[in-house]
């Protein structure tokens, strides 16, 4: 198995410009979650996705950021305009959401600097 | 509001030492904890935790959930140095939703 996919994993961009994540999660797997990680804030919940349906996206910062799960296999996170404090490591991770099998499986993240 | 606190904030022990990691947590509806552990990349899942009392064991590590004092440890015995992560703990409530801790930065020294 390949894993949750996630590119690109290095994103060097200027203020103001638009930004786009990706993610394939592993096959078969019917949740999707969103995270960002930072030195002073840890690992946060951005959205997730059950059945490529959002159900939680209290996470998310701004209006700035939207996600989509246009199908089972692929997620955006798209952060338009770019801001220097959006600097972080973001992942994606998924689950097989059935009955007691919630562990969820990171992706190997996307490192963001915005200048 | 759903929260996790994790102890210590970080640790620098000697291979061969037997170290120690705590989770508390408050949260509505709970349902499972989960650890994982993080190095220079992706977490990595270890345990997941519902039932209180029962030790999940993996070589080294192993760890209990104490749902009466709404805690968790995660014990490494005779540490090595590729034991040095970051380690998380989570909490899932209602939903699929984890709730993260500020992790435990474990640094084992040769």
């Known amino acids: 198995d390949a894993g949750v996919i996630q590119s690109p994993r290095h994103e060097v961009t200027e203020m103001g410009q638009e930004v786009t994540l990706r993610c394939k999660p592993i096959?078969?797997?019917?949740?999707l979650f969103w995270y960002r990680q930072t030195m002073m804030r840890g690992l946060e919940l951005l959205i997730y996705?059950?059945?490529?349906?959002?159900?939680?996206d209290s996470g998310m910062p701004e209006d700035r950021f939207s996600a989509k799960m246009p199908n089972a296999s692929f997620s955006t996170l798209k952060i338009q305009p770019s801001e220097p404090r959006d600097s972080a490591v973001y992942f994606c991770?998924?689950?097989?959401?059935?009955?007691?099998?919630?562990?969820?499986?990171f992706g190997p993240g996307t490192r963001l600097t915005v200048t | 509001e759903d929260k996790v606190v994790q102890s210590p904030l970080s640790l620098v022990v000697h291979e061969g030492d037997t170290v120690t990691l705590n989770c508390s947590y408050e949260v509505t509806n709970f349902r499972s904890l989960l650890w994982y552990k993080q190095e220079k990349k992706a977490p990595t899942f270890l345990f997941m935790l519902?039932?209180?009392?029962i030790e999940k064991k993996s070589g080294r590590l192993s760890s209990i959930l104490d749902k009466k004092e709404l805690s968790s440890i995660l014990n490494i015995t005779a540490t090595q140095t590729g034991d040095s992560a970051i380690y998380l703990c989570a909490v899932r409530g209602y939903g699929n939703k984890l709730v993260f801790g500020a992790g435990t930065i474990l640094r084992v020294k040769s």
């Open positions: 096959s078969g797997h019917n949740s």
């Open positions: 996705f059950n059945n490529n349906v959002p159900i939680d």
């Open positions: 519902t039932s209180s009392g």
């Open positions: 991770a998924s689950s097989l959401s059935v009955r007691s099998t919630y562990e969820q499986y």
